[in-house]
Nanobody, 130 residues
């Protein structure tokens, strides 16, 4: 049984920072990542990272967060983290952690663009930037 539990959301002023955490219970997956959805908008891939099959890290980011957000991992804890800096009101939304298999370590960017098809999803954590 796969379960993803997110934490760390909240409210912050523009320019501030937040860190989201996500822990995976169950068998390891190739990629873990973060998606977000604002009211009235489609879900958007934010960042992804390889979490199985090698020590080299391959982070991937959407253009909208590149340079401001940083995704990291703790393989022993089966956890990923999203450090969000220089937050903007446009970053407001529900942030979901997800995990997917069937992608190689260097292809998590592709999985992110594809929306982590057949992946597992957490319940989400709200981020509000004002």
């Amino acid at each position: 049984h796969v379960q993803l539990v997110e934490s760390g959301g909240g409210s912050v002023q523009a320019g501030g920072s937040l860190t989201l955490s996500c822990v995976l219970s169950g068998y390891k997956r190739d990629c873990m990542g973060w998606f977000r959805q604002a009211p009235g908008k489609e879900r958007e891939g934010v960042a992804a990272i390889n979490t199985f099959g090698g020590s080299k890290v391959h982070p991937a980011y959407s253009d909208s967060v590149k340079g401001r957000f940083n995704i990291s991992r703790d393989l022993a804890k089966q956890a990923v983290y999203l450090q969000m800096n220089s937050l903007e009101p446009e970053d407001t939304g529900m942030y979901f952690c997800a995990a997917v298999s069937g992608w190689g370590a260097i292809y998590c960017s592709g999985a992110l663009r594809q929306g982590f098809p057949s992946g597992y999803w957490g319940q989400g954590t709200q981020v509000t930037v004002s």
